[in-house]
Every structure is written in structure tokens, then in C-alpha cells.
């Protein structure tokens, strides 16, 4: 399985955009990357997937270079409601082995 | 929308007692799978079934075992509750083993403490 490898926390203002980047340097042909919020006392939420280039949504974008070894949450002008964790996992197509969450980055939006 | 129901969102027991936590979801998933989440651990997957009476065992399957003998159901078993099984429990579903499937809809948990 891929492991991926994010910043445990970050801080941001509101109104700012907030990147969040995932490394997944040994990601297979077959993987393709997935992101989850988690709100507290929540479960997780499937945010946007992606296998490469730009992927986007109404709630992010995901970007993925050429290399696939790398890959960024975008959240366009975050809010106080946004302040949450977010996951980084990578799966292959098959589903035959289940995604892995890590410990996520706990983002925390500031008035 | 997809729902994912487990049976309580708080339980207390005590060492040594038997506990099932059952999980249910109503859009005709094929797979399901038991998390638990502690504090600087994020999510770690007990168990995971393919199938109805399949299982398989995840990262971290010591102390539980798991039972699913309709599509719908899945159930995690403490067969002897420890102190150190006290967490949040996340119940999650996803349709099929291919990449739609593995967007996972998850319930909203159960705070289970041993005493």
C-alpha cells in the first residue's frame, strides 16, 4: 500500500485559500487519491478524488502532477465552518485492499 | 442519501462484559468496514467484509471479532471488553470493490468506554 504523509496541522484565515499537500511517493499505476473531511464528533466525509491533473468540485479542487508522487487539496476562501481533519489515502481501482486513513491535518480556520 | 445507522452513540461497559456494536446501512452496499479512532492515531480499520459471512481482518483485529449474516448488517464484537478498547467506534459502507465503491459513507460513531 501506498503511504501517504501530510502536515499534522495548519492554521488559516478566513476568507484565504488553503492548500493541503499529500506526499505518496511509492503511489502504484492503479492508485488513485482520495481525500475525506471529518468534522468533530463526526464520521469522515469523501471530499473529491482523483487519479491525475486537476480534479474539481463544489467544495475543492485537487491537484496532481505528472509524477503522481505528490498531490494538493485546494479549498477555495475557507469559512470557520471549514475547520475540520482531512485525510489523504491512496487505493488502487480494484478495492480488493481497503483505503487507509493516516492521522489527517487538523485545519483550523480563524476569524 | 446513503445512511449509515450504528446502535448507539454512547456506551458504557464494564471489563470483562461482552459487547456488540451493530452497524446498518440502507443503500445495498457490498462492503463494510470497522474503524477506531483515537486521539494523534486518526482512523485505524478493525475489521472489513466484501460480502455477506466474508470477512477479513484489518490493522489492528486483536480483541474483536466481526459478524455479517445479511448485507445490510455488520456487527463488531468486544468478546472481553479491556480498559485499552475504550474509543470512538466508525461504522462505513461503500457500493462495490471498484473505485466507485471506495468512496465510503460512514456512520456517525459510537464513544464506547470500558470501566
Known amino acids: 500500500l501506498a503511504k501517504t504523509t501530510q502536515p499534522i496541522s495548519m492554521d488559516s484565515y478566513e476568507g484565504q485559500e488553503v492548500n493541503i499537500t499529500c506526499s505518496h511517493n511509492n503511489i502504484a499505476t492503479n492508485d488513485y487519491i482520495t481525500w475525506y473531511q471529518q468534522f468533530p464528533s463526526q464520521g469522515p466525509r469523501f471530499i473529491i478524488q482523483g487519479y491525475k491533473t486537476k480534479v474539481t468540485n463544489e467544495v475543492a479542487s485537487l491537484f496532481i502532477p505528472a509524477d503522481r508522487k505528490s498531490s494538493t487539496l485546494s479549498l477555495p476562501r475557507v469559512s470557520l465552518s471549514d475547520t475540520a481533519v482531512y485525510y489523504c489515502?491512496?487505493?488502487?481501482?480494484?478495492?480488493?485492499?481497503?483505503?487507509?486513513f493516516g492521522k489527517g491535518t487538523r485545519l483550523s480556520v480563524i476569524a | 442519501d446513503v445512511k449509515v445507522t450504528q446502535s448507539s452513540r454512547y456506551l458504557v461497559k464494564r471489563t470483562g462484559e461482552k459487547v456488540f456494536l451493530e452497524c446498518v446501512q440502507d443503500m445495498d452496499h457490498e462492503n463494510m468496514f470497522w474503524y477506531r479512532q483515537d486521539p494523534g492515531l486518526g482512523l485505524r480499520l478493525i475489521y472489513f467484509?466484501?460480502?455477506?459471512?466474508?470477512?477479513e481482518k484489518g490493522d489492528i483485529p486483536e480483541g474483536y471479532s466481526v459478524s455479517r449474516e445479511k448485507k445490510e448488517r455488520f456487527s463488531l464484537i468486544l468478546e472481553s471488553a479491556s480498559t485499552n478498547q475504550t474509543s470512538m467506534y466508525l461504522c462505513a459502507s461503500s457500493l462495490t470493490r471498484g473505485r466507485v465503491g471506495n468512496e465510503q459513507y460512514f456512520g456517525p460513531g459510537t464513544r464506547l468506554t470500558v470501566t
Open positions: 489515502l491512496v487505493g488502487d481501482d480494484s478495492g480488493n485492499t481497503p483505503l487507509v
Open positions: 467484509s466484501y460480502d455477506v459471512k466474508m470477512k
